[in-house]
């Protein structure tokens, strides 16, 4: 059955797109995975890639041509298949005056495909999708509840995607009518997440008929039926009835009703910890953030000595559910790792003169470097001279970037998030310093935008602040290289052949077989020694 593909949200303000280029053509065999173009958003231009198994039936919009996000993109199916009624439709049905509700660019769902009908003025709100890898979002907290009203704009929750955890907006107003996933649930991209609408409307007709609609609901692969006549408001029915379910409530060892915030019962979640065993000091005794973070729990009582009795021991073990980011870590990673060809080369430089120059630079007033930024800066020069490391691999050709955008591998509680310094090479090292403690700061506090990770044309890891002498690292795909920077190390060297007390400092190059030959990989390490081991050369 042919499946429509329409103009996909690859933005978290994106409403519409343009195809910058298309990597299929009609008549192509499809497998789920493949790039199917590249979608220039509101931010970047963003691969996309099919979800999908088949046959290139129909192109919808051309290359440089602009959609709105939910049109028909292109469609799928089995070679030879008619799809003509689904082309003349569109696929999804048009905005019109007869139609039952206008849909909203972005965040309005298919229309359920059971007989209720939506009522006018009701707003289906889907998962969506906030980033370009995402297939599923877990609600990591609501900032509103059922009842409340809403004004285009609010922040109705914060959905952990499987790279960060980001705030949602409302471009409807209206009430909160009814919430389809409760705080720490996961579902697929366009599922059904809250309905928005008239306060008093009784939508739990279109809650249950809507269900939890897949990544591509069916009902849009359909030709478009006759538009429904507009069903009567019903007479004001209490909102709860649109309400979630409510979830058993928990209870204290005493049998008491247990009061504990979204943020604590996810952090004693991750640290295992029995929430009724947590005494609350909130209001009416809830349990809050600080009751966690300051519980200890109460080690087993060792059982009575004996003077024979060995003392008994068990095996245990923690199970702790995967996070979407590090879903996203294991397959991204083990994709990189068994479809690049890696290869690694090793290098130690001398750090004698960048130690003598990073302190110099620092004694000046108001100002601040570190090791890292003069790698960050010396990586984005060399790559200038060697484009060939600042490339990327596709199936049909070579990217060679003259742009150098240098990602930098930060490491966070739930995995690892690569931040993008943009224009590196343009940048003096102050404000390189500048923006790497920003980023760092804004991971660790998932405040990092999706715009602010994405675009690298290189990676660099650095483990020498925590000790690590050396160590190698999977390419960051598309990149086609990354390096690993351990710590600065103070050992006996021979210089002018005598032996004295020196600095180095060990880095590895990761690179893509590819894209770099082993020689153009050691050119480009030699020119970055010329930078790093003579640092003043930066400033010339």
């Keep these: 059955m042919a499946e429509i593909i329409n103009m996909p949200r690859l933005s978290d303000t994106m409403e519409e797109g343009t195809v910058a280029t298309w990597l299929k053509k009609v008549g192509d065999k499809i497998?789920?995975?493949?790039i199917l173009a590249e979608i220039e958003t509101d931010k970047a231009t963003m691969?996309?890639?099919?979800?999908?198994?088949?046959?290139?039936l129909h192109i919808g919009v051309q290359e440089g041509e602009t959609t709105k996000v939910d049109e028909l993109l292109a469609i799928i199916g089995e070679e030879g298949e008619d799809i003509s009624a689904l082309v003349s439709?569109?696929?999804?049905?048009a905005a019109a005056e007869e139609t039952t509700t206008e849909a909203p660019a972005a965040e309005e769902a298919p229309a359920p495909t059971a007989s209720a009908e939506v009522p006018e003025g009701v707003i289906v709100v889907t998962m969506p999708r906030l980033s370009d890898t995402m297939?599923?979002?877990?609600?990591?907290?609501?900032?509103?509840k059922v009842g409340d009203n809403i004004d285009e704009g609010d922040i109705l929750a914060e959905i952990e995607t499987d790279k960060a955890t980001m705030e949602f907006e409302s471009f409807n107003a209206g009430t909160l009518l009814y919430i389809g996933?409760?705080?720490?649930?996961s579902a697929k991209v366009d599922s059904l997440l809250a309905i928005i609408g008239p306060a008093g409307t009784d939508v739990s007709g279109v809650a249950s008929s809507f269900g939890s609609a897949p990544a591509a609901a069916p009902a849009k692969a359909e030709a478009p039926k006759a538009a429904a006549p507009k069903a009567e408001a019903p007479k004001a029915a209490p909102v709860a009835k649109a309400a979630a379910p409510a979830a058993t409530p928990k209870?204290?060892?005493?049998?008491?009703?247990?009061?504990?915030?979204?943020?604590?019962?996810k952090i004693a979640d991750e640290k295992g910890f029995n929430i009724a065993d947590i005494p609350g000091s909130g209001e009416s005794g809830r349990i809050i953030k600080r009751d966690v973070e300051n519980f200890t729990p109460k080690a087993a009582a060792p059982a009575a000595a004996s003077g024979t009795a060995v003392p008994a021991s068990e095996e245990s073990f923690?199970?702790?559910?995967?996070?979407?980011?590090?879903?996203?870590?294991a397959k991204n990673l083990a994709k990189s790792k068994f479809s690049a060809p890696h290869y690694y080369l090793n290098v130690e430089f001398d750090m004698d003169n960048a130690i003598a120059f990073r302190k110099e630079v620092n004694a000046v007033p108001d100002t601040k470097i570190s090791f890292n930024d003069i790698v960050v800066k010396a990586c984005a020069m060399a790559l200038k001279e060697h484009p060939q490391v600042n490339s990327q691999w596709f199936d049909d050709k070579m990217r060679l970037n003259n742009h150098v955008h240098i990602?930098?591998?930060v490491a966070v509680e739930d995995g690892l998030l690569v931040p993008v310094v943009k224009f590196a090479d343009q940048r003096k090292l102050t404000q390189i310093g500048a923006a790497v403690k920003e980023y760092a700061i804004k991971a660790k506090t998932k405040k990092l935008s999706l715009e602010e990770m994405e675009g690298s044309t290189f990676t660099i890891s650095n483990l020498g602040m925590f000790g690590i002498d050396s160590f190698t690292s999977i390419i960051n795909q598309p990149n086609s290289a990354i390096l690993s920077v351990g710590a600065i190390v103070q050992k006996p060297v021979v210089k002018d052949g005598a032996i004295v007390v020196g600095n180095t400092m060990k880095l590895c190059l990761a690179a893509d077989h590819r894209t770099i030959d082993g020689a153009t990989g050691a050119q480009f390490l030699q020119t970055l020694k010329g930078y790093i081991e003579n640092p003043i050369s930066m400033l010339l």
């Design 31 to 34: 497998s789920e995975g493949d």
């Design 181 to 185: 996933l409760q705080e720490g649930e």
């Design 251 to 265: 209870v204290s060892k005493d049998g008491g009703r247990l009061f504990v915030s979204p943020l604590a019962k």
């Design 47 to 56: 691969e996309f890639e099919s979800f999908h198994e088949g046959t290139l």
């Design 318 to 329: 923690e199970e702790i559910k995967n996070s979407n980011m590090r879903k996203a870590i």
């Design 89 to 93: 439709g569109g696929g999804a049905p």
């Design 407 to 409: 990602g930098v591998a």
């Design 135 to 144: 297939e599923e979002g877990t609600v990591a907290t609501w900032l509103k």
